[in-house]
Nanobody
Framework: QVQLVESGGGAVQAGGSLRLSCAASVSIFSFYAMNWYRQAPGKQRALIADITSIGSTNYADSVKGRFTISRDNAKNTVYLQMDSLKPEDTAVYYC????????????WGQGTQVTVLS
């Protein structure tokens, strides 16, 4: 059973920073990519950043230049460094492990709340 455990959420003033962590119970190299999603109240869950097993990264326009995704394969952990936070970044943030094979099983963490105060 694969487990993903997020941590690092909380409340922060606008302009501040937070670093989220996602610790996996298995090697993250076994997945095609590790992703961060977020879901704001009343909105759909949306992909905001991803990092492949070879380290390629992509970001949603809404966070580009402010957020940085990284991975530590030795620790089986993925990070999301969030800087210059805005109130609109308020959401529950979820870690996702994307399967290598089409039709393979993806895994989700339980989510961590990020609240940005104006």
């Amino acid at each position: 059973q694969v487990q993903l455990v997020e941590s690092g959420g909380g409340a922060v003033q606008a302009g501040g920073s937070l670093r989220l962590s996602c610790a996996a119970s298995v090697s993250i190299f076994s997945f095609y990519a590790m992703n961060w999603y977020r879901q704001a109240p009343g909105k759909q869950r949306a992909l905001i950043a991803d990092i492949t097993s070879i380290g390629s990264t992509n970001y949603a326009d809404s966070v580009k230049g402010r957020f940085t995704i990284s991975r530590d394969n030795a620790k089986n952990t993925v990070y999301l460094q969030m800087d210059s936070l805005k109130p609109e970044d308020t959401a529950v943030y979820y870690c996702n492990a994307e399967a290598r094979k089409v039709g393979g099983e993806d895994y989700w963490g339980q989510g961590t709340q990020v609240t940005v105060l104006s």
